[in-house]
């Protein structure tokens, strides 16, 4: 297992398009690419303009096999005087091993900002009170 994190554009593709090779023999409905290809860098999305963030790739014998975004809202940090730092974007393949080097690599990362606390999985939400 190997956690790298996303440097080209080859590699944001398949950090984007991951979840459809993941959920493909499911009843999973895919979000619309359009929006999942804006929705991961700078001038798109309002809180990964603002803040610093990195995208990591897990792969087993140099097949992805898993994602996560890690980033540091400062103005959530701002609000709740915290040292917190998010995540999203947790896709992978069923193992629990998986799971945890996406997890410890989105932790160091984390703690190498400074940040002592790991927060997330968070939904969509709209301010018309509902989800």
Not at 96 to 105: C, G, R, S, V, Y
């Amino acid at each position: 297992m190997h956690v790298e994190p996303v440097r080209s554009g080859a590699q944001k593709k398949e950090f984007i398009y991951l979840p459809r090779q993941l959920y493909r023999n499911s009843p999973w409905v895919p979000p619309l690419w359009m929006e999942e290809q804006n929705g991961y860098g700078r001038g798109k999305n309002a809180v990964l303009s603002d803040n610093e963030y990195e995208l990591f790739i897990a792969r087993r014998a140099g097949k992805a096999v898993g994602r996560i975004l890690v980033y540091i809202d400062r103005a959530w940090n701002d609000h709740f005087q915290s040292s917190d730092g998010l995540f999203g974007a947790l896709d992978a393949e069923d193992s629990e091993d998986t799971f945890n080097a996406l997890i410890q690599a989105a932790r160091l990362w984390l703690e190498k900002r400074g940040m002592n606390r790991i927060v997330g999985r968070f939904t969509r939400w709209r301010s018309s009170g509902g989800f």
